[in-house]
């Protein structure tokens, strides 16, 4: 009986929540990553952190790996070799709920099965909080999250009538909700306008300022000068490079990498990075 007893006790246990990760830390570990598409492989012996309070951007041309590499950062994808860790485990340690309370991930296509309003797909992002002590936080998150996206005027419309842009933002706030301490963005900028692109990295900067880690996969190398802490530059599956991006974003290795000439300088005004693609007579210079 007391044996029984000790059980029930176990089980009514409220679940142990995640504590907020020391700045500087590894959040995710990928070690030796290997993963193939069919016969294909696309990525090869990757070796790569996600740290906690920094923004990093993964950039390459199309084939690269960076969505391949997201994915499998995510526990989304079946590794052919190597591991991934998170928050110092390996991904198998964890429940699928345990690693959604810890990682949240915005994938490219932005789809619902169902005619959910934009108000309920952002509360999905609340989903794994509940029956915890965060639960009574749902409210307050979710208005937040709508705020900081700009869909509040359309929160009761149906997910699916929102245009590709609405539902990217959608999208975006379901994940802002579920209030992780790693985020996973896959080209969250693609659907939108330049406005929204720059609030949408904004908030990815907030969040790691915040003390998240943030790993966000981008096409726009300016951009990534602009917010990214770290630059990782995917090259026919592996890391051809990675680090600050005045350090990475170089005309030589972007011309190899990218099979086009590509100019990096300063604007001459702010002193920004500017990342462009030699066009016109110059391209032959």
Request: no cysteine; charged share 25%.
């Amino acid at each position: 009986m007391n044996r029984l007893r000790d059980l029930a006790t176990v089980f009514r246990r409220p679940p142990a929540l995640p504590e907020p990760p020391e700045p500087g830390t590894a959040t995710l570990r990928a070690r030796q990553v290997s993963a193939t598409r069919g016969a294909r492989p696309v990525l090869d012996g990757i070796d790569f952190e996600v740290i906690a309070g920094q923004i990093v951007a993964l950039v390459g041309p199309n084939g690269a790996g960076k969505s391949t590499l997201l994915a499998a950062l995510a526990g989304e994808l079946e590794l052919t070799g190597g591991s991934v860790e998170l928050d110092g485990h390996a991904l198998t340690h964890w429940t699928h709920l345990e690693m959604a309370r810890r990682r949240a991930v915005l994938p490219q296509a932005h789809t619902v099965g169902f005619p959910f309003t934009a108000r309920e797909v952002v509360a999905m992002g609340r989903a794994p909080w509940a029956r915890t002590a965060r639960q009574d936080e749902d409210d307050t998150a979710i208005a937040v999250a709508m705020a900081a996206t700009d869909v509040e005027r359309f929160a009761a419309r149906p997910f699916p009538a929102l245009s590709g842009g609405e539902r990217a933002r959608v999208a975006l706030a379901r994940v802002l909700a579920q209030d992780t301490a790693t985020l996973l963005l896959d080209e969250p900028t693609a659907a939108l306008d330049l406005g929204h692109q720059e609030q949408v990295l904004r908030l990815a900067r907030e969040r790691a300022s915040a003390g998240a880690a943030v790993v966000v996969v981008l096409h726009d190398l300016g951009v990534a000068a602009a917010y990214a802490d770290r630059v990782a530059v995917l090259e026919a599956g592996r890391i051809a490079a990675d680090g600050p991006p005045r350090d990475i974003l170089t005309p030589e290795l972007l011309t190899r990498v990218y099979q086009h000439p590509v100019d990096v300088f300063d604007h001459p005004r702010t002193g920004a990075q500017l990342v462009l693609p030699v066009r016109g007579r110059d391209e032959n210079r």
